[in-house]
């Protein structure tokens, strides 16, 4: 039996074992098969490896969409954790080819995927606070936000995580350096059925101005050194998530 002559559900069977490339290379046979690829059945879960892979015509958004992840682990992810004013004119060439890539295809996420409940984001140092305030506010279903290594994520998205997540059940906030225990206690005071998880973030060295001088930086770090052990009591007072 040839493989076009098994019905539509064995087929989107078939597929649902193939990786996004496979999918493609056997949908690129026969319309038949390119009609089983373009089903938004088959795309409820998207993972990324790196931006670049956002532009490949691989896959498939559409409001059957559910979980996504981009978790781009790469030596590339230091350069853009560098604060901008400090970057070399090299370094900011590296950066100038992908800068925009998570941005745009969370932009593209936020106007075809209103269903999405889970959004997974690591080492994507370009994203804004806009770009995750803009799923939250079109993916009204989105249960679980993940962001790890996220240098340009800052109390603003704590603050529309209070305003717009209304489903979220669980944040985790990790390694993400322009985050502080007051942005997080206004999570946990203001939603208490959020289970919040901040590892590192806001015990990392923020980033300075460019007239910042060496004392004024070991100063900002003294203070967010002894604001744990405050915010933390408060936490264990009200019986909020983890800090």
């Known amino acids: 039996m040839h493989i076009t002559q098994l019905n539509r559900e064995c087929l989107l069977h078939l597929f649902s074992f193939l990786d996004k490339d496979s999918r493609l290379s056997l949908s690129l046979t026969c319309l038949h098969l ?20 956002l532009n490949k015509c691989n ?12 978790c781009w682990y790469s030596s590339r992810v230091k350069v853009c954790n560098i604060e901008d004013w400090m970057k070399t004119t090299f370094q900011k060439d590296i950066c100038s080819r992908h800068e ?20 997974t984001l690591a080492g994507c140092g370009h ?10 506010r079109s993916c009204a279903a989105l249960r679980r936000l993940r962001l790890e290594n996220c240098v340009r994520i800052t109390d603003t998205l704590l603050h529309g995580i209070v305003t717009y997540g209304s489903a979220l059940r669980t944040v985790q906030i990790d390694f993400c350096r322009n985050v502080t225990q007051a942005g997080l ?12 998880s901040a590892d590192r973030s806001a015990g990392m060295i923020p980033d300075c101005l460019p ?4 004392r004024d930086r070991r100063l900002r770090l003294s203070q967010l050194r002894e604001a744990p052990r405050t915010v933390r009591g408060t936490l264990r007072g009200t019986g909020s998530g983890t800090v």
């Open 185 to 196: 206690q206004v999570v946990a005071s203001q939603r208490p059925a959020i289970q919040l």
């Open 127 to 136: 994203i804004t606070d806009d770009d995750v305030v803009g799923v939250l």
């Open 34 to 53: 390119r009609d089983v690829f373009l089903e938004p059945g088959l795309w409820p879960l998207l993972r990324f490896h790196s931006p670049g892979e």
């Open 211 to 214: 007239q910042d001088s060496p």
């Open 59 to 70: 896959f498939l958004l559409g409001a059957s969409l559910r979980y996504l992840s981009i």
């Open 100 to 119: 925009g890539l998570v941005s745009a295809f969370l932009a593209r996420v936020c106007k075809t995927c209103p269903n999405l409940t889970s959004l």
